[in-house]
């Protein structure tokens, strides 16, 4: 029988190191070819974002065009009639009136106007949505430079609209002009509002919007003046993004608000978010690939030289097979040890995999639950409630009504339109959710419904996720608030130590129906909350926000005072002050 031949101990390690080190290089090739995908497939999505958005406002800009030109044309023959328009002649008064409410239906079908405005040249008088302008009255910011820049084009026809921009000397802004006749109509929009509807985040890269004007002058949102400048030779300079990120700059021309020359422009960087950190991860995999491969190289080559090739002529020289079976039990050919690094190093990569997707899976989780808190924040409901008070208001002459109702909303909405993730004070989250109980108040009167907080002086700086409390108010004002009797709703906070750690207690109480058992059981078991036929997601977004925040140091609990009698809300969460969280 013809004896089996052994593959010397060289052979055997080439076979093992090449094969591994070509299965390491095609799993760093797969994971480097897959991010760089994931990285097109976001810049694709940014890109066609904003090409939405920038769709949306050109059809609102088109629209505005038309607006405009149809109420000159329609009621200029009437209003190149007023003469001697000065504040102590009322002659025109009641038109004036009639002018700006007109005005103001514009503004409010068109969020992106600041205002709209009418200027008769000869009498040098600019009627505004808000109120009219005299040659005698002390002008500042905005108005002072409308109308300036209205007074240098005195006389001046313009068969259509045309958009030039405007600067105070504090903020830029663009405002269209269509002349005719010796009047002039138009709208004024911040250059602010128009970035803020394009602006676009995907995954930690951001699509910021910028202009440069015809003088090579950047225009750019004021929070995004640190990433973004152009230099003395009217080149863009990018703040650093590091090495492994790639920038790109998308193009959008605005019909009717930009000339032919002009576009929007959409600088697409990272900031810091997972798909950067990922890749960052595996351009130093790859690095320590290419070191262990070099090293690995190096290695065989002293193996080989030092103990190796002594070992061949040590073995070529034995004379018995005794000698020989000996060295192969005594295990000096290290093949055992090779196995071994060989399946700690398999096992490193599995790890490495495992870990890089609970990190993946733990930001989609993230990203979700932000994205069910912006939804929140979105109430078209509550806003056309109280544009439709602002109307009922306004056609009975409540005026401060107004002017107070306006403020409150006001305050709400830039609160509301904060960072979704951001921590809030207590200070500014129970003050947010007074202005809120005073809007519905404003609402349903306040004999509906009573609003109290109880709170230990001194704890206005601790820190809770935005809008937590304002969801549970909000749905015991909503559910429970009806004109048949008084629903007593209330806000107790206090500091309580548990198991040597100090938390906030957050307790939300009313006096209505309480909760379904529906709702209670599948609360408790954080499943989806369904009510009235819908999905609720108020209730389980609070509880996720609260995990992924705290994990297992937060508590929240729902139940009924009493069976079918108040509904109460207990949220227990660690006590951290401003700057902490």
Request: include cysteine; charge should be negative; aromatic fraction near 10%.
């Amino acid at each position: 029988m013809r004896e089996k031949k052994n593959p010397s101990l060289g052979r055997l390690t080439l076979r093992v190191l090449i094969p591994a080190l070509m299965l390491l290089a095609g799993i760093i090739l797969v994971m480097f070819r897959s991010m760089l995908d994931a990285r097109r497939l976001v810049f694709k999505y940014i890109k066609d974002t904003a090409g939405l958005n920038v769709e949306k406002i050109n059809t609102d800009i088109v629209q505005i065009n038309y607006e405009v030109i149809s109420l000159l044309q329609k009621n200029g023959k009437d209003w190149i009639k007023m003469k001697e328009i000065r504040p102590d002649n009322s002659r025109h008064y009641e038109q004036i009136s009639q002018i700006q409410e007109q005005l103001r239906s514009l503004k409010i079908r068109y969020k992106e106007a600041s205002v709209f405005y009418l200027y008769l040249d000869e009498e040098d008088v600019t009627i505004l949505d808000g109120g009219t302008l005299f040659p005698t009255s002390r002008l500042e910011g905005r108005n002072l430079a409308l109308t300036e820049a209205l007074r240098m084009r005195q006389g001046e026809d313009m068969p259509y609209s045309s958009w030039f921009f405007l600067h105070d000397g504090k903020e830029d802004y663009v405002y269209s002009r269509y002349s005719v006749k010796g009047l002039t109509a138009g709208c004024v929009i911040r250059m602010e509002t128009l970035f803020s509807m394009l602006y676009v985040n995907s995954l930690g890269y951001e699509g910021i919007p910028y202009i440069v004007d015809e003088e090579g002058r950047l225009m750019i949102s004021g929070k995004d003046q640190d990433k973004i400048s152009m230099d003395d030779s009217g080149k863009m300079k990018v703040s650093s993004t590091g090495g492994l990120s790639e920038t790109k700059t998308y193009s959008f021309p605005i019909s009717g608000i930009l000339r032919d020359s002009r576009s929007f422009h959409i600088l697409v960087m990272p900031v810091g978010g997972i798909l950067e950190r990922i890749m960052s991860l595996q351009a130093a995999l790859a690095i320590w690939a290419v070191a262990a491969v070099v090293g690995s190289a190096l290695l065989v080559r002293a193996y080989y030289n030092r103990l190796l090739l002594p070992l061949k002529q040590f073995v070529n020289s034995l004379k018995n097979t005794e000698e020989e079976q000996w060295i192969n039990e005594n295990g000096n050919n290290h093949i055992l040890e090779l196995e071994m690094a060989g399946k700690e190093f398999k096992g490193l990569l599995r790890k490495i995999k495992v870990l890089k997707i609970d990190i993946y899976e733990k930001e989609l989780e993230k990203q979700k639950t932000e994205l069910e808190t912006i939804q929140l924040q979105i109430r078209p409901h509550f806003y056309l409630n109280c544009l439709s008070l602002l109307h009922g208001m306004a056609d009975t002459g409540q005026q401060e009504e107004i002017i107070g109702l306006t403020k409150m909303l006001s305050d709400y909405m830039r609160y509301v339109m904060r960072d979704a993730h951001a921590p809030s004070t207590l200070e500014d989250e129970v003050k947010f959710v007074r202005n809120y109980v005073q809007i519905q108040q404003m609402r349903y009167g306040t004999e509906a419904f009573s609003f109290d907080v109880i709170m230990e002086p001194g704890m206005e700086s601790y820190q809770v996720p935005a809008m937590l409390i304002h969801n549970f108010v909000e749905n015991s004002v909503i559910h429970t608030v009806s004109l048949d009797s008084c629903v007593e709703i209330t806000l107790y906070i206090v500091l309580e130590n548990y198991e040597d750690e100090e938390y906030l207690y957050l307790c939300i109480s009313d006096t209505g129906g309480g909760f379904p058992d529906e709702i209670l059981e599948a609360a408790r078991n954080e499943k989806p909350v369904y009510y009235d036929g819908r999905e609720h997601i108020g209730i389980s977004n609070s509880v996720k926000r609260l995990r992924l925040l705290y994990t297992d140091r937060a508590k929240i609990t729902f139940s009924n005072m009493d069976e079918g009698y108040g509904a109460v809300v207990e949220i227990r969460i660690p006590a951290e002050k401003e700057g902490k969280m």
